[in-house]
């Protein structure tokens, strides 16, 4: 599966790589050489410890070229009246009766905690294109689902600064 995401996506990834391969690299390298000349590499927590981090390191750095090479570059522009990428939501919801607001974002920069959700999220894929007042069916899966009513649209950009996530 290709993850969806804007060339600012891209271009933040980019530059997490960039600093990964320049910075954290040579730390990293750095540190495993000081911990070897510690001496006996069987009882060396420091040496092991070292490698664990510069191998964490240079997986990320693979997982996010991998992500990168593979990614389907969707636009971020929206029409001013339909809901798009980085557009700040408040939908009502009809079962709870209550109104929550989000922002639509890729899915390397959701946090639902800070109010950021996924363009490919039930919600986020639901409410896509559609415009205030509408209401929208989110199905989560076969079985279960809910009404959203679309109470406003802002449209905002990405300032770059939400974060991306790591894993």
Same mark, same amino acid.
Do not use: W
């Given at each position: 599966?290709?993850?969806?995401?804007?060339?600012n996506?891209?271009?933040r990834?980019?530059?997490?790589?960039?600093?990964?391969?320049l910075? &954290?690299?040579?730390?990293?390298?750095q540190a495993?050489?000081?911990?070897?000349?510690?001496?006996?590499?069987?009882? !060396?927590?420091?040496?092991?410890?070292?490698?664990?981090?510069? !191998?964490?390191?240079?997986?990320?750095?693979?997982?996010?070229?991998?992500?990168?090479?593979?990614?389907?570059?969707?636009?971020?522009?929206?029409?001013?009246?339909?809901?798009?990428?980085n557009?700040?939501?408040?939908?009502?919801?009809e079962?709870?009766?209550?109104?929550?607001?989000?922002?639509?974002?890729?899915?390397?920069?959701?946090?639902?905690?800070?109010?950021?959700?996924?363009?490919?999220?039930?919600?986020?894929?639901?409410?896509?294109?559609?415009?205030?007042?509408?209401? &929208?069916?989110?199905?989560? !899966?076969?079985?279960?689902?809910?009404?959203?009513?679309?109470?406003?649209?802002?449209n905002?950009?990405?300032?770059? !600064?939400?974060?991306?996530r790591?894993?």
């Amino acid at each position: 599966m290709h993850d969806k995401l804007t060339e600012n996506d891209i271009k933040r990834l980019q530059e997490e790589i960039d600093y990964r391969k320049l910075v &954290v690299r040579k730390d990293a390298i750095q540190a495993v050489k000081e911990a070897r000349e510690q001496g006996d590499l069987s009882e !060396n927590f420091e040496y092991y410890a070292a490698k664990r981090e510069k !191998n964490k390191n240079e997986s990320r750095i693979r997982y996010l070229e991998r992500m990168i090479k593979t990614a389907q570059v969707i636009s971020d522009d929206s029409r001013e009246d339909e809901v798009g990428m980085n557009n700040t939501v408040t939908l009502f919801f009809e079962d709870e009766g209550e109104c929550e607001t989000y922002k639509i974002v890729t899915t390397i920069r959701e946090n639902s905690l800070e109010g950021r959700i996924s363009n490919e999220s039930p919600i986020g894929r639901a409410i896509m294109g559609h415009k205030v007042g509408d209401r &929208v069916y989110v199905k989560v !899966n076969d079985k279960f689902g809910y009404y959203v009513v679309i109470r406003s649209i802002e449209n905002t950009v990405d300032d770059g !600064n939400d974060r991306i996530r790591s894993y």
